[in-house]
């Protein structure tokens, strides 16, 4: 079983729509939660962080965590072509009590909103 | 002021080559990471230097070898290239007691 799964679509949306995005993993001991967005030919680049369960807003963007499932959601509203990218979700744990943490990705989500 | 930078950007070699990579970053972090994004889009961690002392090294052939001559560089060094290296190479850095990775913009090796 992969550590953390995500299902890469492709996903397409019209503009204004709102975007579901998911993954799912396998150990409860992870501790931070990430969303990365990756445009085409570029690096990824952090989007959302959240530590605990629950949702964290920032604009149009909205991350949740239900650790009870193992389940992470980013939710985007009023989608813009601007958004579209390829979304990774990612888990930071620490392992045997170190400070040195692993970014473990999902296989990425690729968005496309069109006008 | 590029925070990771990552050269070369492209790079097309022959099957069997020697090649590097070099990454650089200005953030004063002292954590550093190379990462293989396949065709499907999956990134993978491959090495993690902290302080140029190598603490994550996952499964990844012999032929490739890390090494940081101090906290701001890493490069990445690959011997006798084979077609499957093909990929998208990234260079990240964190600090080691922050969550945030900030990534560079990739070396795009394509073996022929």
């Known amino acids: 079983q992969k550590e953390v799964e995500q299902d890469p679509g492709p996903l397409s949306v019209p503009e204004g729509a709102i975007v579901s995005l998911n993954c799912t993993y396998s150990n409860s001991a992870f501790q931070y939660f990430m969303w990365y967005r990756q445009y085409s030919r570029k690096g990824p680049e952090l989007l959302m962080y959240t530590y605990s369960s629950g949702n964290k807003e920032d604009g149009r963007f909205t991350a949740q965590v239900d650790k009870s499932s193992k389940y992470i959601s980013l939710f985007i509203r009023d989608s813009q072509p601007s958004d579209s990218a390829t979304y990774l979700c990612a888990i930071l744990w620490h392992a045997g009590g170190t400070s040195y943490g692993k970014l473990t990705f999902g296989q990425g989500t690729i968005l496309t909103v069109h006008p | 002021d590029t925070a990771v930078s990552q050269t070369p950007k492209y790079l097309v070699t022959q099957m069997g080559n020697d090649k590097s990579i070099k990454c650089e970053q200005n953030l004063g972090h002292d954590t550093m990471y190379w990462y293989k994004q396949d065709s499907k889009k999956f990134l993978k961690i491959m090495f993690s230097?902290?302080?140029?002392?190598?603490?994550i090294n996952e499964t990844v052939p012999n032929r490739f070898s890390p090494k940081s001559p101090d906290k701001a560089h890493l490069n990445l060094h690959i011997n006798s290239l084979e077609l499957g290296d093909s990929a998208v190479y990234f260079c990240?850095?964190?600090?080691?007691?922050?969550?945030?990775?900030?990534f560079g913009s990739g070396t795009r090796l394509t073996v022929v």
């Open positions: 230097y902290n302080n140029k002392e190598l603490i």
């Open positions: 990240a850095s964190s600090t080691s007691r922050r969550s945030y990775y900030t």
